[in-house]
């Protein structure tokens, strides 16, 4: 098939994988699952990441001229506290990029709709490209596509959950509705839920605790990096129509005589 880039505003990846760098045992770990995983895109939360002299573990020195680093507003409950964050990271990163979260329920993690419909207005008018992470509502998605969002993030479940896609439905009408890349956040456990995310149509995934907390980290980012391969060609290829009932897989025309 002809090549297939992940087309992201102006940006292009080779790889549909994206993953986060929080919650594994060491940087060598986080190192080794990033390579295995062939992602190009890492997430990166500005309010937990260590700059200069601050003290903790210095993610960014083992990031910067591997990957395309994808600040984060991981944290935040308010708009202005995601612009806030979003207007550091660019200026310490130096890029346009930001992955938008305003979580609005601390039980469950899910973002706060309209505040992030607000940030990201307010964000885009102020130059950024804005990737949101969002629930599964499809005319959430469709609104922050039309404001200017080059990608939508909707979850396929909780964060941190690993439950995998609970809402199909909702997702292929995602998909219909909206003309920019749909990457599924939040609750891709294993790499069978990124097979499905992009057989579905989806244009990637995002995920970090289904690898990072997997029983062999290094193993489930090789096998989710296949699972993408294998989900996006399937796609591509078109599956089969289903059927209620069964029919014959040889030809019944010009069967040999009893």
């Known amino acids: ?24 045992e060491s940087l060598d770990q986080m190192d080794a699952a990033l390579a295995a ?7 990166v939360a500005v309010r937990r990441v260590k700059f200069g002299d601050q003290p903790g573990p210095d993610i960014l020195s083992r990031l910067e001229g591997k990957y395309t680093i994808l600040p984060n507003t991981a944290g935040c409950t308010t708009a202005a506290e995601a612009v806030r964050t979003a207007r550091l990271a660019r200026e310490i990163l130096d890029t346009p990029l930001v992955k938008l979260e305003v979580i609005g329920c601390p039980k ?7 505040a992030t419909l607000e940030a990201a ?12 992470y969002i629930t ?3 005319v959430a998605c469709q609104r922050l596509a039309d404001m200017g969002c080059p990608a939508v993030m909707p ?15 909702n997702l292929r009408i995602i998909l219909e509705l909206v003309d920019v890349p749909v990457i599924v956040d939040a609750g891709v456990g294993t790499a069978s839920d990124v097979a499905v995310a ?9 995920l970090n605790t289904g690898v990072a907390k997997a029983g062999d980290p ?7 990096r296949h699972a993408a391969e294998a989900g996006r060609l399937a796609y591509r290829a078109g599956r089969m129509p289903r059927r209620l009932y069964a029919t014959s897989s040889s030809p019944l025309d010009g069967l040999i005589a009893d």
């Open 1 to 24: 098939m002809s090549p297939d880039p992940l087309q992201i505003g102006e940006f292009s990846f080779g790889s549909r994988v994206m993953l986060g760098t929080g919650k594994y």
């Open 37 to 43: 995983s062939g992602t190009e895109v890492v997430t």
């Open 108 to 114: 469950t993690l899910y973002p706060d709709s309209a």
């Open 121 to 132: 207005k307010t964000l885009i008018d102020d130059g950024f490209v804005v990737l949101p």
């Open 136 to 138: 599964d509502d499809p």
């Open 155 to 169: 979850l396929g479940a909780p964060i941190g959950s690993g439950l995998g896609i609970q809402n199909p439905a």
């Open 198 to 206: 992009l057989e579905l149509g989806a244009a990637g995934v995002l």
């Open 218 to 224: 290094i193993a489930m980012a090789t096998a989710v």
